[in-house]
């Protein structure tokens, strides 16, 4: 079993001054893609249609990350809501690149951030991987294309004259997911991407 070491996960990281950022770059208002991703069901859909244009890959086992040919990597991934940061499960993270395993501890990744900070992190608290390629030749039986995430909706408890509907993906019997407040905001979150998307494959659940 996973060991969790304290130690290891909450020293304070300090950016590396020496990381060069784009000349507009201002910290203080400064919106990471990660907390884009985290705060937005359509920023996200956009970000992760991105990546899989991009050749971006989910890595078919997370401790497949530790193997050598992964030193040098890009990769990003999302947290299992077990983690000790509290995070909810499903929490998108920017990852950055591999350096390797902990040699004292290999339950442990250890990354280097885009803002230049060292991070272990700990494979048993990774809900899913996602692994940048550009020569493409990552072995087949460690990868998997970019699955775009399961949206979620809240069971609507209060009723209108304006319901919205998406077929069960099992029965095809169509299933209220919410009630608008008039028909304006009924066609609006209608044309939405998580409710096209929804509609399109199927991929969506209750909360």
């Known amino acids: 079993m996973d060991r969790v070491r304290p130690e290891l996960q909450e020293y304070s990281r300090i950016p590396d ?8 770059f201002i910290p203080s208002r ?13 920023y996200e859909f956009f970000y992760i249609n991105k990546l899989i244009s991009e050749g971006w890959y989910r890595l078919g086992k997370n401790s497949d990350i530790l193997d050598d040919e992964m ?9 299992n809501g077990k983690s000790l940061s509290g995070a909810k499960k499903g929490t998108f993270r920017s990852g950055g690149i591999v350096i390797g395993k902990n040699m004292d501890d290999e339950n442990y990744l250890i990354y280097k951030a885009y ?11 990774i809900q899913e ?7 493409d ?7 998997e294309k970019v699955i775009r ?3 979620i909706f809240k069971q609507p408890n209060v009723s209108t004259p304006f319901p919205v509907y998406l077929p069960d993906k099992n029965t095809g ?21 998580k409710y096209k998307y929804s509609l399109e494959t199927g991929d969506w659940r209750f909360e």
């Open 17 to 24: 001054q020496k990381t060069k950022h784009r000349p507009d």
């Open 30 to 42: 400064y919106v990471s893609i990660q907390d884009r991703v985290n705060a937005s069901t359509d």
């Open 71 to 79: 030193k040098g990597r890009h990769f990003k991934y999302r947290l």
């Open 115 to 125: 803002n230049g900070c060292i991070f272990p992190l700990q494979i048993s608290d």
């Open 129 to 135: 991987i996602y692994v940048k390629n550009p020569n």
């Open 137 to 143: 030749n990552i072995e087949g039986s460690k990868r």
């Open 149 to 151: 995430k399961t949206q």
């Open 173 to 193: 019997n169509d299933i209220l997911i919410y009630y608008a407040k008039d028909n304006y905001s009924r066609e609006r979150f209608k044309n939405s991407k």
